[in-house]
């Protein structure tokens, strides 16, 4: 499955001075009430296959890894155009800016979001509430 914080795009739209629609990410679950750029401390110095956890709802989950983006995120979804430098210039200088030292597998600071395994059965239901840690 993979996870926005919605917090992390706000702080960007607000960084480069523009509204970036959450949707130009094409995640499954959008995580509310969560500090902004936290989910990069979730993964960084965790080793495959030690999962950090996460619980949504009654489900339980290990945070896999953070979600390197493509060009597909400089493409509206409104419109199919491609209207924003996202992947090459703006995410990357606002992961720097946030002193992100790259994706623990590639470098990468064209990150945003996560993907997380499930580690029992359950179900997810709008409005769950989202816990990290033991």
């Avoid at 936290?38 to 290990?62: D, T, W």
Wanted: overall charge neutral.
């Amino acid at each position: 499955m993979s996870f926005l914080n919605l917090a992390t795009v706000k702080e960007l739209s607000k960084w480069c001075g523009q509204e970036i629609d959450p949707q130009r990410f094409r995640m499954n679950v959008w995580v509310e009430d969560m500090p902004s750029g936290a989910e990069l401390n979730y993964i960084q110095g965790h080793k495959l296959p030690h999962y950090y956890p996460m619980q949504v709802g009654n489900l339980r989950l290990g945070i896999d890894k953070l979600a390197q983006r493509c060009k597909a995120i400089d493409q509206s979804p409104a419109t199919g155009q491609y209207d924003l430098e996202l992947h090459q210039r703006i995410l990357p200088e606002f992961l720097k800016s946030k002193s992100y030292a790259g994706s623990p597998k590639k470098g990468s600071h064209s990150i945003m979001g996560w993907y997380a395994l499930p580690a029992s059965a359950g179900t997810l239901y709008q409005d769950n509430p989202v816990w990290f840690g033991e």
